[in-house]
Structure formats: structure tokens, C-alpha cells
């Protein structure tokens, strides 16, 4: 099991619990955790995944993909530099233990 | 599960719906159908039609259980087998031929001054129509069917071949009559399609460009599978974006305050286009079919059952979107579900954006001084699996 830390824009915080190869997208999504949309299914084609990965946990993080970099340019909130798509990083594969922040809006 | 399997409730019939009622207008229907129940067999369709917004966003997300490879798929018939009636991991090496050239770097790089182009070119003939003219077919028609031209690569193709294979082929795929001259004009379009691919490839890869076709020459795809999944990029790609222009032009023409505001602020005219699809889905229904017994909120479904998720519906579910019947353009931001979701989300999004929020819209409001409806020749709004508008005269003031 990997655990994630869904910190919200009004404060509130959801931790999950979630199988290894899990994405943090579907993990939210399948556990109705707001502030993650996911609508294409994790194939880093809408942008409405887009979290701010903590800083302490962006280095075992995979590199930016081609895809997933050109969908960063399209998030509804503005990009920097701890952006991630949701969809493109694993429980298990990617970390063990992560904390995000989530944008005020995805769409 | 099993607590949930003895509290399921059957599945309700709604044998008072009418094909003829759906066409002229769904909504009222749908707003019946979902105050009773998210899910409901209905005889005159031969589908249980999935109508509650939960319910359809769940079937989205759960292709194990919703599977869209349909037994019996008309669309196999009149299109061939697409990515769009496979599953993962079939789905996702279609899909993947697709490459980046949907994606909104190519739309930057190549297919913005395309767009440009052609809505420059059809913009002029409904200016040579003058005002009276129908917005549909002398400039949205036109200028959809030569964007996907372009976009695929059918050099040796008119956008008029791109309009009459779109639309023969889709009535096959709705020919749930068997009627023979429908599937007399869908499978003559078939074979138009798969010559002009025969003949285009070897061209495109002598001279390649940034078109999906040109693309597909160096992947490695079977020919069926590029005929199958071209025939139904044609089919989807045309008339919805066709479709959400009418149908945003109309709102915007029937809702004068939101127009002036746009008008004075057309950074607003994403949130029109966004709306256009929530309000009147361009693809209000699409089918899966279940691969087991199971429950869907709340609702009992057999194996094998045929679905029709009714976007249509789900986008106007109160309990997602306030007051869902009215056109606001400032309503909360909330995903609606026009674009599919899950694996199958629309390959076109990104392009149906560009081309009509972010060219066709501005272009049209700039330069048709008081763009308004021609109170002699009311406009129409038709369909239910596809809805968009049939008709739309506008008048305009010519400049002196
Ligand atoms: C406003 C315009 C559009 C709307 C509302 C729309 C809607 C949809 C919907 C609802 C689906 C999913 C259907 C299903 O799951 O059964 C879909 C899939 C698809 N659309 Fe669009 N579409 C639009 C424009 C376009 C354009 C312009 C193109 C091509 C340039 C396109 C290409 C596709 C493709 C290839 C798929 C199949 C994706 C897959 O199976 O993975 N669409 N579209
Ligand atoms: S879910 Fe669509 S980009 Fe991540």
C-alpha cells in the first residue's frame, strides 16, 4: 500500500490508502476525493489532473513526458514548478508516500 | 456488492417514450426519465438509456463492466471496427496511432492558420449568400467538413465528399430499420473512403505533413484498423463541431444580455463554447453494453444488457448544474460530460476548441455587424443522438 496526502485549497486534507500501480488520479477519482477530474482517463489528453506535488517528494518522481509537459501548458490554474499531472505518476512505481496540493479549480 | 444486489431495485420501463418526441426535443423527457429513476428500459429505442449524471459518469470510468466493443454494433457494420467499440488495450494502440496530432501543440504549430484559412474562406461566401443566409450550411457545415479535411489528410478529397460520407455513414450507424437504401448510400460511402485511402497513403509517404493519415504511415497499424477508425473519425469529427457552433450561436442570439457581455469581453467565449456542449449535447447518446449481471446506482442490470448513455441527460442533471435547463454562460464551472470521459474521451477536443471557440465565434460576432436571428424564418433545433441545429437564417447589417 502507498499512501497519499490530497491537501485541499480550503484547507481540508484526504489521505488515502492505495494499491501500488494505482495512478494518484484514479486513486482519487474512484475514492470521490474533489479537486481531481480526470476526464480523459489518464491519457495526459485534459489537463484537469494538474496537482502541485509537495517539494519533498518531487525528486523520485518520473521525468516529464512530452505529453504530459504540452498538457501542463493547459492546466486552468497556473503552472509552476512543482506541477504534475495526476495521471502520469504511480503508487508503488513512482512513490511510497506522496503529498500534493490541489489547484482551487480544474476547469 | 451483495448487500447491494438485494437492495437493487429492477429497472424501470418508460414505454411512453416516443423516437418522434426524443427528436423534436429530448430534455423534457430526460427530466422525467431522471426524476424517477438514473436508469430505464425503453422499448421504442431497444436500449436501457442511462440518464442520471453519476450513473453516466460511472459507466465512463468502468470499461470491465460497460464495455464499448457492442455485440451487433451497427457502427461496426457501416464504419468498421474503430477504436471506439474496442476496449484497452485494443483501445490504446488505436488511439495511440493518433500521435500528437490532435493535441494542442500541433493546433499551435499547423492547424490554427488552417483554420484561419478556411473560416476566412466560408465566412465570405455566407457574406455573398448576404443576410438571410443559413449560418449552418453556407459557413459552419463548410468550414467543419474542410478543417477534418485537412486535419486527416484527404488531399484527393472535396469537403463536400467529407459532409456526404459523415452523414451516409452515420445514418448507417443509426439505421436500426434496415432500411436498404440507407445502407445502399453508407456502404457506396465505405468504399469511397477506403479508395481514397488506398490512394493517399503512398502520397503521403512521399510527402509527408502534419495530418493523422500522413501520421499513420509510419506506425505500426493495420490497414483495417486505420480504414475502421478514419471512417469513424469522420463520422465524429465533423458534426459536432458543425453542431455546437449552431447551436452557440442561437444561444447567444436568443440571450442578449449574455451577448453583450460577451461581446465586450471576448476572453468569454470559452465559456460559451463549454456551455453550447453542457446545454445541448452534440453527441447526446453513445452505447456500451454490460459484461456481467451487476448494479448500477441502485438499479439492477442483466449481461449483455445495451446501454445508451445519455450525456444529453447527464448534462442537465440539478444535481450537478443549477437551473440545467437555462443557457448561462456564468454558471458555476462544473465537468459536463459532453466529451465522453475515461479511455474514449474525444480524441477532437482540443481541436473543436480551437476551431470554434478560439476562431470560428470572434471571427463570426467581429465581422457581422448586429448579428441577430431572422424574425421571418425561425431557427431549428433537431435530433437526439445528435443534436444541433437544422436551420439558422441570420440577418446582419451589411457595412456601407
Ligand atoms: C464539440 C465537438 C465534439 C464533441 C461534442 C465530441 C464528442 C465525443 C464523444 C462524446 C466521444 C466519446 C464517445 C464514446 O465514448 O462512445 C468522442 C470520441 C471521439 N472523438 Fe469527438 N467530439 C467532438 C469533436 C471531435 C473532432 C473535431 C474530432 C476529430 C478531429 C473528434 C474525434 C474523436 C475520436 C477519434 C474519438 C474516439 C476516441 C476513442 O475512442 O478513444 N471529435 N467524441
Ligand atoms: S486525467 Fe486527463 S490529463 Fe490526466
Avoid at chain 2, 436501457?48 to 470499461?63: F, G, I, L
Avoid at chain 2, 453513445?286 to 442483466?302: A, F, I, K, W
Wanted: with cysteine; hydrophobic share 40%; net charge negative.
Amino acid at each position: 500500500m502507498a499512501k497519499i496526502s490530497f491537501h485541499h485549497s480550503d484547507g481540508n486534507v484526504d489521505v488515502l490508502d492505495v494499491d501500488p500501480g494505482t495512478s494518484l488520479m484514479r486513486a482519487a477519482v474512484t475514492n470521490g476525493v474533489d479537486g481531481i477530474v480526470g476526464e480523459c482517463g489518464g491519457q495526459a489528453m485534459c489537463a484537469t489532473c494538474h496537482v502541485y506535488v509537495r517539494p519533498e517528494y518531487l525528486d523520485g518522481l518520473p521525468a516529464i513526458s512530452d505529453d504530459e509537459e504540452e498538457m501542463l501548458d493547459c492546466t486552468t490554474e497556473d503552472r509552476n514548478e512543482r506541477s504534475r499531472l495526476g495521471c502520469q505518476i504511480k503508487a508503488g512505481d513512482d512513490f511510497d508516500t506522496i503529498e500534493v496540493d490541489l489547484p482551487a479549480s480544474q476547469i | 456488492m451483495t448487500a447491494e444486489a438485494i437492495e437493487a431495485r429492477p429497472v424501470p420501463t418508460a414505454d411512453w417514450v416516443t423516437i418522434e418526441d426524443l427528436y423534436r426535443n429530448p430534455f423534457p423527457i430526460y427530466r422525467k426519465m431522471r426524476e424517477e429513476a438514473p436508469v430505464h428500459w425503453v422499448p421504442a429505442v431497444n436500449r436501457y438509456m442511462v440518464t442520471s449524471y453519476e450513473a453516466c459518469h460511472v459507466v465512463e470510468n468502468d470499461q470491465e463492466i460497460f464495455s464499448a466493443n457492442e455485440t451487433n454494433s451497427l457502427m461496426k457494420r457501416a464504419m468498421g471496427h474503430s477504436m471506439l467499440r474496442k476496449d484497452d488495450p485494443e483501445h490504446d494502440v488505436d488511439r495511440k496511432s493518433y500521435g500528437s496530432v490532435l493535441r494542442p501543440k500541433a493546433i499551435k504549430e499547423h492547424w490554427n492558420a488552417i483554420f484561419q484559412q478556411n473560416s476566412d474562406k466560408y465566412l465570405g461566401q455566407l457574406k455573398a449568400a448576404g443576410p438571410g443566409a443559413d449560418l449552418i450550411w453556407e459557413y459552419a457545415a463548410p468550414y467543419a467538413a474542410e478543417n477534418l479535411r485537412l486535419i486527416m489528410g484527404f488531399h484527393n478529397a472535396t469537403q463536400e465528399d467529407m459532409q456526404r460520407w459523415s452523414q451516409t455513414m452515420i445514418n448507417g450507424t443509426g439505421n436500426y430499420a434496415d432500411d436498404p437504401e440507407v445502407w445502399a448510400a453508407s456502404e457506396k460511402s465505405y468504399n469511397e473512403v477506403d479508395d481514397a485511402i488506398d490512394e493517399i497513403l503512398p502520397y503521403l509517404r512521399k510527402n509527408p505533413d502534419s495530418s493523422l493519415l500522413s501520421g499513420m504511415t509510419s506506425m505500426p497499424i493495420p490497414l483495417e484498423a486505420i480504414r475502421a477508425n478514419m471512417k469513424m473519425t469522420i463520422g465524429g469529427g465533423l458534426n459536432e463541431p458543425r453542431d455546437v457552433l449552431g447551436v452557440a450561436v442561437w444561444a447567444l442570439l436568443s440571450n442578449p444580455e449574455q451577448l453583450a457581455k460577451v461581446l465586450a469581453d471576448t476572453s468569454l467565449f470559452p465559456a460559451v463554447f463549454e456551455e453550447s456542449v453542457r446545454w445541448v449535447a452534440p453527441i447526446g447518446m453513445y452505447p456500451r453494453e454490460t459484461t456481467r449481471d451487476t448494479v448500477l446506482e441502485g438499479v439492477q442490470l442483466p449481461k449483455g444488457a445495451r446501454l445508451g448513455v445519455v450525456v444529453g441527460a447527464a448534462n442537465r442533471d440539478p444535481k450537478v448544474f443549477e437551473d440545467p435547463e437555462t443557457f448561462n454562460i456564468f454558471r458555476a464551472k462544473k465537468p459536463h460530460l459532453a466529451f465522453g470521459g475515461g479511455n474514449h474521451y474525444c480524441a477532437g477536443a482540443w481541436v473543436a476548441k480551437a476551431s470554434v471557440s478560439g476562431i470560428a465565434l470572434p471571427q463570426l460576432f467581429a465581422e457581422l455587424p448586429n448579428l441577430r436571428l431572422d424574425p421571418g424564418r425561425p431557427a431549428v433545433d433537431a435530433g437526439w443522438v445528435f443534436r444541433g441545429m437544422t436551420s439558422l437564417p441570420v440577418l446582419w447589417d451589411n457595412k456601407k
